[in-house]
């Protein structure tokens, strides 16, 4: 299995940007579909991203939609989250995650490998 470890995360006004990075080692990067979710307190790990193997593909949750963009590096093992007009409603643990066979799903289930996690807290 691959082992993601995130980066990137801090604290920002609404508004502002981020932009989170998910360096991969142990395997074979371009095997893996990516995605990224998150946890707020006291919720459920949600999805957040999902890119294709090749990163040809892409999908969302509908209320990153035109905010957000995933997008990966085969050369260089890692996957990029920006995050743009952040809300305080997008405070949370972002977390990367790796899958050998189930690529553009939003079930945590699907993915098999995932990293440390790296807190994005929006103020307001």
């Known amino acids: 299995q691959v082992q993601p470890v995130e980066s990137g995360g801090g604290v920002v006004q609404a508004g502002g940007s981020l932009r989170l990075s998910c360096a991969v080692s142990g395997g074979t990067f371009s095997s893996y579909g990516m995605a990224w979710f998150r946890q707020a307190p006291g919720k459920e790990r949600e999805f957040v991203a999902a890119i294709s193997r090749g990163g040809d593909r892409t999908s969302y949750l509908d209320s990153v939609k035109g905010r957000f963009t995933i997008s990966r590096d085969n050369a260089k093992n890692t996957v990029y989250l920006q995050m743009n007009s952040l809300k305080p409603e997008d405070t949370a643990v972002y977390y990367c995650?790796?899958?050998?066979?189930?690529?553009?799903?939003?079930?945590?289930?699907?993915?098999?490998?995932w990293g440390q996690g790296t807190q994005v807290t929006v103020s307001a």
């Open positions: 995650a790796a899958t050998r066979f189930y690529s553009m799903n939003a079930r945590t289930s699907s993915y098999d490998s």
